[in-house]
């Protein structure tokens, strides 16, 4: 390995914040929250915890923790507020997981 790719590997910064977002996803709701956001398909919290059945308190809960480290992003549509993944690279650690579950 070069001089550059060994810093790059140990950038504290990036990896701190990287393993912030693993943090703020590492619960079931979460994970749940994630799969149905993965196909692509802008939802509402009512839409989200009307098809978990949790209480849209707790899916509002989790979807603020996971708009913070930039999980997900939110846009405004009139009264609404709709929530997609921020990142392919989400989907492909929900994948990921999936993957390891199946196994």
């Not at 915890?49 to 899916?59: D, G, K, R």
């Not at 809960?61 to 913070?68: G, V």
């Amino acid at each position: 390995m070069t001089k550059i790719e060994i810093d790059s590997l140990l950038n504290l910064e990036k990896l701190t914040e990287a393993a912030e977002m693993l943090k703020a996803m590492a619960h079931p709701l979460r994970i749940a929250i994630l799969k149905l956001l993965s196909n692509g398909k802008p939802l509402t919290v009512s839409e989200i915890h009307e098809i978990l059945n949790i209480e849209q308190s707790t899916t509002s809960h989790h979807l603020s923790i996971m708009k913070t480290r930039n999980i997900v992003c939110a846009k405004r549509k009139g009264k609404n507020i709709f929530y997609t993944i921020s990142h392919e690279r989400i989907s492909n650690i929900l994948n990921c997981i999936q993957q390891c579950h199946n196994d």
